[in-house]
């Protein structure tokens, strides 16, 4: 019997349905200006989840995407624009925004790209220039 647990999530309008199982690899906070742009905000929370647990279940035809940069492949719904993924193929993870998945019991323990931050948040978490070592980034921390 599997009893992963499984969280269903959908874009704005509801066209693009799916599901992530299991737990994600890592949750936290997106400080670069490239999420920063993208989401329209000061900061983006994300889960970072194994490509093998995320499951499009409804609207794959209607998912599209955008690449500024080979690190991040952004995915959104092409009827209201909502967003969905950013596939981060060099990380072998995909973020699924943690708004889209209200049954997860979102817990950061990160932030990162903290150096680009618009909005310091003193909530006692780990602040890294970029992302962990084990990412391909330097692992260096930053103050509150």
Not at 67 to 78: D, L
Not at 100 to 126: C, F, M, N
Request: proline share 6%; charged share 20%.
């Amino acid at each position: 019997m599997n009893d992963e647990r499984s969280y269903k999530g959908s874009c704005f309008c509801g066209a693009v349905e799916f599901t992530v199982s299991g737990e994600p690899a890592a949750m936290g906070y997106c400080h670069c200006e490239s999420c920063r742009h993208w989401s329209a905000g000061p900061v983006n929370a994300f889960t970072l989840w194994k490509p093998e647990a995320v499951h499009v279940t409804r609207g794959a035809d209607n998912i599209g995407t955008y690449n500024k940069t080979a690190q991040s492949y952004r995915k959104w719904c092409k009827t209201c624009g909502g967003h969905l993924f950013t596939d981060h193929p060099g990380m072998g993870l995909i973020d699924v925004y943690a708004a889209l998945i209200p049954e997860l019991a979102y817990s950061p323990g990160v932030h990162v790209h903290y150096q680009e931050t618009v909005l310091r948040i003193k909530d006692g978490l780990p602040k890294l220039k970029d992302v962990p070592k084990e990412l391909g980034g330097s692992g260096i921390s930053l103050d509150e």
